[in-house]
DNA sequence: TCAAGCTTGATGCATTTGCATCTATCCGCT
DNA sequence: AGCGGATAGATGCAAATGCATCAAGCTTGA
């Protein structure tokens, strides 16, 4: 096996890549726990949950989108139902598997996350740069993307 | 204290940057494991002291470099000197202090580390955009970063 | 039909992280 | 000199994560 060197024009962009995500994270987690919040990861699953209205999803159906390993839903979801966010209904024609539905309280913390959630992503993302710079960041990335993207 | 609502371009911007960086660092993860290295942290350590040449840094200069808490440098220091990958020489000014040197041993590791993360970084980044639209990328970035920069 | 193997989800155990706090030293001020 | 507060770094304890494995149910094929 050959190993490759990166150019540096792909290590600078990854550095910067690497360095901002976590400081974006940082700041909105320090936005949420300072309101009293629970973390990001709980809004990215009340989120999908929400989208997936009344069916409400199956946990491996969110494994991929909120990339969590299969233990790590499993965890998040006992902690969001013991908090009475989520609620898990027994599915007719699989004994093994499980829907997961948001509840009225599950919709109300997304709610709340959601307002301060949503003016971190104002304030670091939407006041640096333009409507037209948003775009052509997300067509990039969208490239780095697995599956690529390419609108 | 009024909450904002972000722009449509910047969710989507936002919602790239975060599924993108995790993908990223995760394939990466993934590849240091099947090669039995130790995680990207451990680079970004050694990688600094590695710059910093003989005088070495002291832990709290490593705090916004690598983006860990204090006890986060704390404890990860602790790992790498019990591997031999750093020493801890005490300061002569400062009684308090120590002064964080890589050893030869640190120094390989490095170079183990970055064949692997290197070729990662050329397979995710490089092969996926050109080098203007990395600079572009970049330059976006910058913007983002905290404190931004204008370059 | 039923054994072999796959899928779904949970969990025991070790490691890592987060939070709060601690010790030791240093600095500034009176 | 000596007190009060700040800074450097470590650590006890709780929560979260990673890894391996498990149990239960489903599917396939001889």
Redesign the pocket.
């Given at each position: 096996m050959t190993k490759r060197s990166p150019s540096p024009e792909a290590v600078t962009a990854w550095a910067r890549l690497m360095r901002v995500s976590r400081q974006l994270v940082e700041k909105t987690?320090d936005a949420l726990?300072a309101s009293g919040l629970p973390?990001l990861?709980w809004y990215d699953v009340l989120h999908e949950l929400a989208e997936a209205g009344e069916g409400g999803l199956?946990?491996?159906?969110l494994i991929d989108r909120v990339l969590?390993?299969?233990?790590?839903?499993?965890?998040?979801?006992?902690?969001l139902e013991a908090d009475g966010l989520v609620e898990?209904l027994p599915?007719s024609?699989?004994?093994?598997?499980?829907?997961v539905r948001i509840t009225p309280s599950g919709r109300d913390m997304r709610r709340r996350i959601w307002a301060v959630y949503g003016a971190s992503i104002a304030e670091l993302m939407g006041d640096r740069l333009s409507a037209k710079e948003l775009e052509m960041l997300a067509g990039l990335l969208g490239r780095l993307r697995d599956p690529p993207v390419t609108d």
């Open positions: 987690e726990k973390p990861g199956r946990p491996f159906e969590l390993a299969q233990y790590g839903v499993s965890r998040l979801l006992a902690r898990k599915v024609d699989d004994g093994r598997g499980q829907t």
